[in-house]
């Protein structure tokens, strides 16, 4: 199994020094760590992983792969170091190329194949909306999730529920996304601490 670790802004030095020292504890687990350059080009890298350019916010620049037989041990050890990534400040995103879809910041059992970070300023308004097609890691589980609010405050959450129904959960985020643009909400870049405040209500 492979796990892909995306990330935009981050200078080789940085990431190479990291990948060192994340590669150490890997071996003791069985787990082997390869970090290089990205070669599609932006074309391909929207058309094969759309998901992560919309997490990201950006094209990421970066890859580094997580090689695992163990699919438990693998998730684990990945998500750990992701988030370790989003604490340090990184633009990073975790992807599974097996679901074809990233992990959620907030919850490791969970993925997304869709992601948008929506940002309104106008006036005295300042809100952001993120919004997250999800779907449980190991069952045919899917909602919507959405967290909305003025930026810097705390967020309301709201979240659907599409049990075996991935067609009507699409058509739920589409819908909530494009009444977001048609108000003038623009994409933007959520910072890492706006990413972990995120809970689920289940």
Known sequence: ???????????????SGWVADVSEVAQAEGIKVISSPIPETPATLQEKFSVVLDELCSIPDQRTEFHGTDEASLCTFAYKRYR????????VSLYSPSKEAIFLHFDERLLATRAAHLYYQEGNSDKVYHLYLAQALTV????????????????????????????????????????????GYQIGHPTPSEQLELELPF
């Open 1 to 15: 199994m492979k796990l892909d670790l995306y990330t935009t802004g981050v200078s080789r030095t940085r990431l």
């Open 140 to 183: 045919d589980f899917y909602s919507v999730i959405s967290r909305y609010g003025r930026r810097g405050r705390n967020l309301q959450q709201t979240e659907k529920v599409f049990d075996y129904q991935l067609h009507e959960a699409e058509r739920e985020w589409n819908r909530l996304h494009h009444a977001k643009i048609q108000k």
């Open 84 to 91: 370790a990534r989003l604490d340090a400040g990184w633009n």
